[in-house]
């Protein structure tokens, strides 16, 4: 390995301890603020080692093709020292005002949707039911004007055809059959 191959080595560690740095941040800022449950913890932690493993050798082998040797926790160490000295406060605000900004920006999104789709979609269903309501109220008062109008017909159909009405003669089974429901109604609903 000649000395420009570990120079670079050297600095991609250095680069990758500033990220693992930056990542061990973000992802205490995330946990902080969507309120994890500590169970979730392991797994969380789980999943950054994963993420700072694979960062670390996914440049180790772009630096050097993956050899392994001290001086590259050498690297590393700085790398974090380094981060956590000067930029972790700054990657921390970074976070919590990217945080701020999703949260503007999906609370912007809810208000539109509720604005533009389902407060029409309330007011119009309000709409139609306030306008079935008058439309049928309106047919109930027409309903009763015209009775009302056809009760004289009415009465005046009945007085020309009473000649004809003793030849219209109900059968005596039919008679029967209402009698004995009117009498099963008087047993059930007497008491």
Known sequence: MTLNVQFHTIFMMFLSGIAIGAIFDVFRVLSGKLRLPRWTIPFIDMVYWIVATILVFRLLIYSNEGQVRVFIFLGMGIGICFYFAFLSTGVIHLTLLLIRITIIIYRFIAKTVELVLIK?????????????????????????IVLQLLYPVWRLLLWMTRPVHKYFVIPVWLKKLKGNIILIFRRLFSK
Do not use: D, K, Q
Request: net charge positive; proline share 4%; charged share 10%.
């Open 120 to 144: 029409p979609i309330i007011g119009l269903y309000r709409l139609t039911v306030i306008i079935l309501g008058f439309l049928l109220a309106v047919a109930i008062f027409l309903y009763r």
